[in-house]
């Protein structure tokens, strides 16, 4: 092992201009300045413009050290589902999971419901972004774990990718795994209709805190294994519930202003009518 005095000087000589090489394909090292410049930029962009799905995923490496993914991976290893992932290292993709498989699995089952989850909300599990500032290569592989099996929790909790859905679900990922870009994602409730900041704070929050601390770490499913396994099964080993349908939430606020506006037409006719005779 160098001595600490090396070490110190290697710290010290890493610059824009002296870079180590990258720990892992795509790696980029960043000295601190770097890091937090990453942190603030992305923090802002990702702000402005929540469609940046870039600025998120930097905005999650540059602020998960030095703690926070570094637990998850403590988590993953002292679990044996946990350690079973990082020795295997399976990726989440089109290639690696056929979706025209899971199309044809039974009813309610894991990999059927995540198939149908993805074609009802037009997206593909092609979308993650390659890790690329996390120097450790472990971990590195946790956050790709965690970002590539964003849908998984999307489909098992039912929540849709509208804003109000990823907030709501980004409230529940804190909880459970604590990365602080989930709880930093959720500033953008500020952005939100007040019907729907209402719905957020007095109904997905509660949901999300009560089941993200009570239910298993969501790091440690092999979603490769379960895919036959009963949706409803699955929530219930974990310790989940399912949150209102936010989509029939929605629906039923459509319908309740569209009945008022309705209503407020006819007393206006009604009244009109009146004033004529």
């Known amino acids: 092992m160098p001595p600490t005095s090396t070490l110190r000087i290697q710290a010290r000589s890493f610059s824009v201009l002296n870079r180590p090489k990258p720990n892992y394909p795509g790696h980029v090292p960043l000295t601190?300045?770097?890091?937090?410049?990453?942190?603030?930029?992305?923090a802002l962009g990702s702000m402005l413009d929540h469609h940046r799905h870039d600025l998120v995923a930097a905005l999650g490496e540059a602020t998960c050290k030095p703690y926070f993914i570094t637990r998850l991976r403590q988590s993953m290893l002292s679990h044996p589902t946990g350690r079973r992932i990082l020795r295997d290292?399976?990726?989440?993709?089109?290639?690696?999971?056929?979706?025209?498989?899971?199309r044809t699995l039974p009813d309610n089952s894991v990999g059927r419901v995540y198939a149908q989850w993805l074609d009802r909300e037009g997206v593909t599990p092609d979308t993650r972004d390659q890790v690329r500032y996390i120097d450790d290569p472990e971990e590195a592989y946790v956050m790709q774990?965690?970002?590539?099996?964003?849908?998984?929790?999307?489909?098992l909790t039912g929540l849709p990718v509208f804003a109000e859905g990823e907030i709501?679900?980004?409230?529940?990922?804190?909880?459970?795994?604590?990365l602080p870009m989930t709880?930093?994602?959720?500033?953008?409730?500020?952005?939100l209709k007040p019907a729907a900041r209402r719905r957020f704070w007095s109904t997905y929050l509660p949901?999300?805190?009560?089941?993200g601390l009570r239910a298993e770490d969501v790091i440690n499913i092999y979603w490769e294994e379960v895919l036959e396994k009963d949706c409803g099964q699955l929530r219930q080993e974990l310790g989940i519930e399912m949150p209102p349908d936010l989509r029939e939430q929605r629906r039923i606020m459509r319908d309740k202003k569209k009945a008022e506006q309705?209503?407020?037409?006819?007393?206006?006719?009604?009244?009109?009518?009146?004033?004529?005779?």
């Not at 290292?89 to 290639?95: F, G, L, V």
């Not at 407020?264 to 004033?275: D, N």
């Open 145 to 155: 774990r965690y970002r590539e099996s964003h849908d998984f929790y999307h489909a």
């Open 168 to 178: 709501a679900l980004k409230a529940f990922e804190f909880a459970n795994t604590l």
């Open 89 to 102: 290292r399976p990726r989440i993709s089109s290639e690696t999971m056929s979706l025209e498989h899971l």
């Open 183 to 191: 709880a930093l994602s959720m500033a953008a409730v500020v952005k």
């Open 262 to 277: 309705a209503s407020r037409e006819a007393r206006q006719t009604v009244g009109q009518g009146l004033m004529s005779n």
């Open 32 to 42: 601190f300045v770097e890091r937090c410049g990453l942190a603030v930029g992305s």
């Open 207 to 211: 949901w999300a805190v009560k089941n």
